[in-house]
């Protein structure tokens, strides 16, 4: 059972940039992976999806052209680079994953799931 652990987060100006980490405790060659949010009051939204090699990718209207997912498979980690922040993403982001070639945008495909991590942007 694969072990997820995101970093990275944190309080930001809007405007500004921050770079998620998540470190698996297996090989990501296998995996897809997926990053997600969740802001207080609100359900868990899709943010961006990776398949398992990392050449198809998949976002959120709301982050796309922003935001960026990628995948170190030599490193076991996934990266989600955020740019031009704005106080609606402020919300905890987690990290899933599920063995499989392709990639999912519905956080009920992922099996896998980190504990989160805050992201604060403030206007």
């Known amino acids: 059972q694969v072990q997820l652990v995101e970093s990275g987060g944190g309080l930001v100006q809007a405007g500004g940039s921050l770079r998620l980490s998540c470190a698996a405790s297996?090989?990501?060659?296998?995996?897809?992976m997926g990053w997600f949010r969740q802001a207080p009051g609100k359900e868990r939204e899709f943010v961006a999806a990776?398949?398992?090699?990392?050449?198809?990718?998949y976002y959120a209207d709301s982050v796309k052209g922003r935001f960026t997912i990628s995948k170190d498979n030599a490193k076991n980690t996934v990266f989600l680079q955020m740019n031009s922040l704005k106080p609606e993403d402020t919300a905890a982001y987690y990290c899933a994953a599920r063995r499989s070639t392709s990639y999912y945008i519905s956080a009920s495909d992922y099996n896998y799931w980190g504990q989160g991590t805050q992201v604060t942007v403030s206007s």
């Open positions: 990776i398949n398992w090699s990392g050449g198809a990718t």
């Open positions: 297996e090989r990501t060659f296998t995996y897809a």
